[in-house]
């Protein structure tokens, strides 16, 4: 039998927001490798399946990446079907790219399902378009921590017209907010935190880019977290407030 290994995003933690292509994966998985992101009500779909956990939290704990491919390749191997469940989708900072190009080279047939990410998950629960007609021409995603402690190219980001979703940004709040001031981004650029998005534990702090690290202290925001930047986190407050309006009229 050939070997073979899903690669498949879980969403950012509602489960409903599991793909069905998801679903029929975890339906058929013999073996489940888990990450510590992942929502374990979505374990619903494989009651049939050994489940292995090997989070990898940053700053915590964490299972080694090769003996995670190890595994992968064990279980594989056996003909075992397999799959490797991660938070959001598996190629947006999940290192799906890498897991699937190691075990492509070790001979294993690798599917990769799209899961949602958590950037556009925790905007859209929080009613903020990430793109909108005249306000934001574009999206770009990007990781304030880098593996070998590199800073993204803050001034670039600035200049670039786009709303900017950071993700691992919690620890990072400094960093962000000074390389983008440098970078040309107005003190008054509207930012939203949002804290385990599409959880029923969902939490956002508007801020601007002035003094949003001060507001994330305040509100003592933790990972994982998200951070909006860019003037659509400013539009949905508005719309939020023309809803309030309206409900109240
Ligand atoms: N593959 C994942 C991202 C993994 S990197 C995805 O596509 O969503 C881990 C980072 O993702 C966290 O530090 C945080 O910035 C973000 N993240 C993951 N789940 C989140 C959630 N439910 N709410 C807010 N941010 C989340």
């Known amino acids: 039998m050939n070997a073979?290994?899903?690669?498949?995003?879980?969403?950012?933690?509602?489960?409903?927001?599991?793909?069905?292509?998801?679903?029929?994966?975890?339906?058929?998985?013999q073996v489940v490798l888990i990450d510590d992101l992942v929502n374990p009500e979505v374990l619903v779909h494989c009651p049939q399946a050994r489940v292995i956990e090997v989070g990898k939290r940053?700053?915590?704990?964490?299972?080694?990446?090769?003996?995670?491919?190890?595994?992968?390749?064990?279980?594989?191997?056996?003909?075992?079907?397999?799959v490797r469940l991660k938070g959001g989708d598996p190629c947006i900072f999940g290192r799906g790219g890498e897991e699937a190009e190691w075990l492509a080279a070790h001979g294993v047939e690798v599917e990769l399902v799209?899961?949602?990410?958590?950037?556009?998950?925790?905007?859209?629960?929080?009613?903020?378009?990430?793109?909108?007609?005249?306000?934001?021409?574009?999206v770009t995603l990007v990781t304030a921590h880098t593996q070998d402690d590199s800073d993204p190219h803050w001034s670039a980001l600035a200049q670039s017209g786009t709303t900017l979703v950071v993700y691992m940004g919690v620890t990072r709040l400094e960093?962000?907010?000074?390389?983008?001031l440098a970078g040309g981004l107005a003190p008054e650029t509207p930012v939203a935190m949002i804290e385990n998005a599409s959880l029923p534990g969902q939490r956002d702090c508007r801020s601007t880019l002035a003094t949003m690290h001060e507001d994330a202290r305040a509100f003592a925001l933790k990972s994982p977290a998200i951070l909006v930047i860019g003037e659509v986190a400013g539009q949905a407050a508005a719309l939020q407030a023309l809803e309030t309006v309206a409900i109240a009229g």
């Open 58 to 82: 940053g700053g915590c704990r964490s299972t080694p990446q090769a003996f995670i491919h190890r595994l992968m390749l064990r279980y594989a191997r056996q003909g075992k079907c397999v």
């Open 4 to 29: 073979k290994v899903w690669l498949v995003g879980a969403g950012p933690g509602d489960p409903e927001l599991l793909t069905l292509k998801a679903v029929r994966a975890l339906g058929e998985a």
């Open 114 to 138: 799209n899961g949602i990410t958590a950037g556009l998950a925790g905007a859209t629960r929080c009613g903020i378009p990430l793109t909108h007609r005249g306000v934001a021409r574009g």
């Open 175 to 180: 960093q962000v907010r000074a390389g983008l």
